[in-house]
């Protein structure tokens, strides 16, 4: 039997953790989980940033049209892209990514998508990238992929920084309202503008509070504008997880690792990513 008695480089004895923490039911599995995907990526130093679209990648299984990203441009339309650049809109149209949508259209799809049971994650703008508003997925090769300071802005936004994208809810009541709720995975931390927990626009639509009943509470969880959201939040992962086309994809990486590998059960760093295609 194995022993395993260290998480994050520290014993049990030694005190708190340093990044993943015991759930409120004392769950140790998030830790386990944690310190199995940094084994894989070569160590703890390699989650130190990285994307939404590699974390979702390596989880799901899920590539090419079923792991895609919408990008707004910074005037208010977004297009879709996937890793190898290519990719279509995921409606079932067909259309290519490359044919802009407005806002308000993008919603009603991420509304649609969220129905089928799509994992959908966003991003906030790191002011530190350089051309912010070119489609570019921030694809690594197990490697660290250095971020933000990780502090809050005067939006209580963190830069550079991925969010859980939860609802999408357009024309709320026939307020004219675009609305999508969001997730810092912090738990903390949440946007302070028009229809933030403290907003006034609750009371002012109180229509608009009977059908989402926000939870105010310092929780991580926000409802935010459309309009803001493009201006925040630019980049959004869309992972469609289906359970045949995950089983195909596996079998085809598993065919891609190779038979040492396979017989001694161990895959590591840059090894790891390799048979990942990340």
């Not at 707004?72 to 892209?81: E, K, Q």
């Amino acid at each position: 039997p194995i022993r395993e008695e260290t998480l994050r480089g520290v014993s049990y004895e030694e005190g708190p953790l340093k990044c993943m923490r015991l759930s409120k039911q004392d769950e140790l599995w998030p830790c386990l989980f944690e310190k199995a995907f940094a084994s894989l990526l070569g160590g703890y130093d390699r989650l130190n940033g990285n994307s939404s679209h590699l974390a979702l990648k390596v989880l799901t299984g899920c590539v090419g049209e079923r792991l895609v990203q919408l990008q707004c441009d910074g005037d208010g339309d977004w297009v879709c892209f996937a890793s190898d650049g290519a990719a279509v809109w995921p409606d079932g149209s067909k259309t290519p990514g490359t044919q802009r949508r407005t806002s308000a259209q993008v919603v009603q799809l991420l509304r649609a998508l969220k129905g089928e049971g799509a994992v959908l994650c966003c991003s906030s703008r790191d002011e530190r990238q350089e051309d912010a508003r070119k489609p570019r997925l921030r694809t690594i090769r197990g490697r660290t992929d250095q971020r933000t300071d990780e502090k809050a802005d005067e939006f209580g936004i963190v830069r550079g920084h991925a969010y859980s994208l939860l609802a999408a809810a357009p024309n709320v009541v026939g307020s004219g309202y675009d609305l999508l709720k969001l997730r810092n995975p912090w738990g903390c931390t949440e946007w302070a503008g028009e229809w933030s927990d403290s907003s006034e626009m609750w009371a002012r639509w109180p229509a608009v509070r009977a059908a989402l009943q926000p939870k105010i509470a310092d929780d991580g969880e926000f409802w935010i504008s459309a309009r803001d959201f493009e201006m925040h939040f630019p980049h959004v992962t869309v992972c469609r997880f289906d359970e045949a086309s995950r089983e195909l994809q596996a079998s085809r990486q598993r065919a891609r690792v190779p038979p040492a590998v396979r017989l001694h059960g161990v895959v590591e760093g840059d090894a790891a990513a390799a048979c990942l295609g990340l």
